[in-house]
């Protein structure tokens, strides 16, 4: 079992910048890959980034490439997704999620464990 609480999330600006942190405890095998997933109203829930627990990155969604930078620090137990240069349109719940295995690393699917969310909101 895996349990996942995310925090940081708030209201901002676009092209202003916030960081959500997942904090992470349970079985490490279960937690092997980490992932950082968002959902808008009326929209599906769709990947944004994903990462091994040997901090290999292996997915970043293409409409977040060099605004979104995900982290992991194992020695804090702490999942990150560092987020500048926001747009509108990144307003979404923000869930961290867990799997034991990473398979492509962007769908919903493939990851067992997540948080309750924390909610980004940029306006214009």
């Known amino acids: 079992q895996v349990q996942l609480v995310e925090s940081g999330g708030g209201s901002v600006q676009a092209v202003g910048s916030l960081r959500l942190s997942c904090a992470v405890s349970?079985?490490?095998?279960?937690?092997?890959?980490m992932a950082w997933f968002r959902q808008a109203p009326g929209k599906g829930r769709e990947g944004v980034a994903s990462?091994?627990?040997?901090?290999?990155?292996?997915y970043l969604a293409d409409p977040v490439k060099g605004r979104l930078t995900i982290s992991l620090d194992n020695a804090k137990n702490t999942l990150y997704l560092q987020m500048n240069s926001l747009k509108p349109e990144d307003t979404s719940m923000y869930y961290c999620?867990?799997?034991?295995?990473?398979?492509?690393?962007?769908?919903?699917?493939?990851?067992?464990?997540w948080g309750q969310g924390t909610q980004v909101t940029v306006s214009a």
């Open positions: 990462i091994y627990t040997n901090t290999t990155i292996r």
């Open positions: 999620a867990a799997s034991p295995r990473c398979g492509s690393g962007r769908f919903r699917a493939e990851f067992a464990y």
């Open positions: 349970g079985d490490t095998y279960s937690r092997y890959c």
